[in-house]
């Protein structure tokens, strides 16, 4: 009798376990949820158990920097900053209605290139008679230096890729625009060598490193939207003018823009420290 008790009572304490089949390393084992995708086919047909390709997960992923997004690149430029361009603008409509009256055609931010290969920031006004040339300190909002260049005394324009001389040590890449408003034979060898100049008689421009930041600079930092604008300016200039330059015409021409600078040691330290730009340049300090 006690061993019958004692038999019972080790039946009942493994009627809690299951059966576990082992399996060799390989062996296809269907789990719970790839039964019931095969038990989801026809009634009819004996289900056969069939592996599951399992998709890897996919995330979307965007593009960065957005291009029309920069805010740690754009902030440091204190043209993009609330209301900078704006007042710019502002003023230099203000100062042409009081000094010219002249039509404006419509306002760029682009880049200058110097003689010397210097980059400089600089707003660009053009009018139904004139090109104005402004050097604006965009930390002040304030005009400090403007050109003014008869577009009736512009006879050529150059388009095309940036070139320097063989030896030259400071080069650049990219595409640019040149005006000439002057005779080259009048530029002396002293402004061609003096980097400070003022004298030379032409201009070189290329677009502004904050193009992609916005739409709206998109627009205004576009060098051919800059010369849509300019071209006919200058050409309906040339047929109302009544001075010496009348019937001379506009040559615009696609070639390269030539930079005569060898060693570069200015440009090349100005310009990767965007020296020429109303910058915030960081704490400097101890």
Known sequence: MACEVEEMSMIRSF???????????????????DQLSTEEGDPGMDPEPRQISRQPSVTESTLYPNPYHRPFVSRKYFATRPGAIETAIEDLKGHIAKTSGETIQGFWLLTEIDHWNNEKERILLVTDKTLLICKYDFIMLSCVQLQRIPLSSVYRICLGEFVFPGMSLDKRQGEGLRIYWGSLEEHSLFSRWNPWSTEVP???????????TSEKFLEICKLSGFTSKLVPAIQNAHKNSTGSGRGRGLMVLTEPILIETYMGLMSFIGNRNKLGYSLAHGSIGF
């Open 202 to 212: 032409y201009a070189t421009f290329t677009e502004h490193p904050m193009k992609y």
């Open 15 to 33: 009627e809690g376990f299951q059966p576990v089949s082992l399996k060799q390393e390989g062996d296809y084992q269907p789990s719970e949820t």
